[in-house]
């Protein structure tokens, strides 16, 4: 008995459901990888729930269309083989609904036709709702630990001992953030407590709430003194100067 | 009738443009005064002349020049009680000018300029007791 038939003794009803479990995992991995920064905040988050459902109804209705033809694979009819068909059809939705079907030349304009511009509408609106809500959790946590750290701080102090302590990033994401954190630095037209905010926010997607709270708590036991502490402390000799000026 | 929905984002940025643009004009003014301040003090007392003004007069006196403003400031500091007979405890000028760089290093919220303010600040302070 070969492989195929191992899986061809399967009821089809369970093969829905591993379509949309197959196709939900695809989304999931999809969604995970591009909001690597926090992978299990992905549970908490209905946006994500709802992105990952829409994949795997999207799985569940290519392999519904996909039984009404007869695909052959090494002269098996696939439809005698729901599970196998059912993993494809997960693996493959997104490919194939994200996929024009056609592609029409009207008035010098491509103009694509198929399902993938509603199923497409309708990934970018969740994917933009659950990107809303991590940015909003995101402002909420880093915003009040990086309000009292220099622009300066963040990039020479901060950024690096982020990246030495992460292991597996990739050259073209280190590459990435220091390019954004050279233009928010250079910036000319960005105040300084927003540079700090942006900075902090940039260094967050990629290590994390967590590891950038242990950073700023580790640095600053060792001394490193934060922007408004040198604030106060030039005003106080400001006073101490010039109290008697009146001033200038 | 729909009461339409209040958006805010237009006068935040709006007032974030205008903030801005009140710090850099402050930092400029007190820059401007610094620089005038040390084009004083170089004219009454001649023989310094040749020092420092041209430098500072060169560049153009913006945020991106704080902490060098701030390095010629510190030297002028450091060199004028042994090269000079300037009591700069005592001129004008030279407290106008510390005062006024204080100033724009406070405006620009810029960590390496308020480190700057500080060490000259300190200096002077150091001088005085």
């Not at chain 1, 491509?110 to 990934?123: P, S, T």
């Not at chain 2, 729909?2 to 205008?18: E, H, I, M, T």
């Not at chain 2, 007392?45 to 701030?70: A, E, I, P, T």
């Not at chain 2, 406070?106 to 303010?117: C, L, V």
Request: proline share 2%; aromatic share 10%; hydrophobic share 40%.
């Amino acid at each position: 008995m070969s492989w195929l038939n191992l899986f061809g003794a399967c009821t089809l009803d369970y093969a829905y459901f591993l379509a949309f479990f197959t196709g939900g995992l695809v989304a999931f991995s999809e969604i995970a990888s591009r909001y690597s920064d926090a992978p299990g905040a992905l549970f908490k988050n209905y946006a994500s729930w709802l992105y990952v459902s829409i994949n795997g109804l999207s799985a569940v209705l290519v392999y519904c269309l996909s039984s009404f033809v007869d695909l052959k694979v090494a002269e098996k009819n696939m439809n005698d083989h729901p599970y196998i068909l059912a993993i494809v059809s997960g693996v493959g939705a997104m490919a194939f609904l994200r996929s024009s079907i056609i592609n029409i030349k009207h008035n010098g304009h491509n103009v694509d036709a198929g399902l993938n511009k509603a199923i497409q509408q309708l990934l970018d609106w969740v994917d933009r709702m659950y990107d809303r809500q991590r940015s909003r959790e995101i402002v909420k946590r880093v915003g009040p630990l990086v309000k009292d750290l220099s622009p300066d701080f963040l990039a020479t102090s901060i950024l690096p001992s982020c990246m030495a302590a992460m292991e597996n990033l990739t050259q073209s994401e280190i590459s990435d953030v220091n390019n954004e954190t050279k233009r928010i630095i250079e910036s000319l037209t960005i105040e300084s407590q927003a540079k700090s905010f942006q900075l902090g926010f940039c260094i967050a997607r990629i290590t994390g709430f967590e590891l950038l709270q242990e950073v700023v708590t580790s640095l600053s036991a060792t001394g490193a003194v934060p922007l408004s502490t040198k604030l106060a402390a030039l005003r106080d000799l400001k006073l101490q100067l010039f109290q008697s000026r009146g001033d200038s | 009738m729909s009461v339409p929905k209040r958006n805010f984002s237009g006068f935040l940025d709006g007032y974030r443009a205008q903030n801005i643009g009140t710090a850099n004009k402050s930092i400029e003014y007190h820059l401007h005064q610094v620089s005038s301040e040390l084009q004083s003090l170089f004219k009454e007392k001649g023989r310094l002349s040749n020092k420092y003004d041209n430098r500072f007069f060169q560049d153009q006196l913006s945020v991106d020049s704080l902490v060098v403003v701030g390095e010629v400031l510190k030297s002028l500091i450091l060199d004028m009680p042994t090269s000079t007979d300037v009591d700069i405890l005592k001129d004008e000028h030279v407290k106008k000018a510390i005062y006024h760089y204080i100033e724009s290093a406070e405006a620009s919220n810029n960590s390496a300029a308020i480190d700057s303010a500080i060490d000259i600040a300190e200096l002077f302070k150091t001088l005085s007791s």
